[in-house]
């Protein structure tokens, strides 16, 4: 067993699944650090701007925004042991099928979180994942098989 795990949590960002995800895996003393994208959509879209210089063109503002964001998940995920991408079914995650296969092709351990009415559309982003979940508490379950062994 791995004293300290590295789990990054990718995709939707409006629902609390994170939360669900860490809690579970406090309440079973897993030895988990959890790692995110930034979650306020607003300063997410901006950082670019926000820092770089104001745009014209909506375009440049999100190539800014985007590849600021990239250092952050490139980076993060690069430093997991695991990937947990959520889809949600509000939402295209387009930037969350990218973090999947990008995990994939870094060699990550992918497992998706999506409910059963998305398994069509996500088959091949499944298909790279080792585990495909329906809940929060699903991954909380397969994160404590992977690190502890216990069922």
């Known amino acids: ?5 590295t789990v990054y949590l990718s995709g939707e960002i409006h ?6 995800i860490e809690r579970g895996c406090e309440a079973r003393g897993l030895p988990i650090s959890f790692h995110a994208p930034v979650t ?12 770089l210089g104001a745009e014209e063109k909506g375009f440049w ?11 952050r998940t490139q980076t993060l995920i690069e430093k997991s042991d695991i990937v947990v ?19 994939a092709a870094k060699g990550k351990p992918v497992i998706t979180l999506h409910d059963a009415e998305l398994t069509h559309p996500l088959k091949e ?3 790279a994942a ?22």
């Open 61 to 71: 503002k999100d190539q800014k925004g985007a590849r600021m964001n990239a250092i």
């Open 85 to 103: 991408v959520r889809f949600g079914d509000k939402y295209r995650q387009w930037n969350a099928a990218f973090d999947a296969g990008f995990a």
């Open 15 to 20: 629902t609390d699944w994170r939360e669900q």
């Open 130 to 151: 080792l585990a495909v979940a329906e809940t929060p508490e699903q991954v909380v379950r397969i994160l404590n098989y992977v690190i502890d062994g216990s069922l």
């Open 40 to 51: 306020d959509h607003g300063k997410s879209d901006d950082c670019g701007v926000e820092i």
């Open 1 to 5: 067993m791995k004293s300290n795990w």
């Open 125 to 127: 982003v499944d298909g």
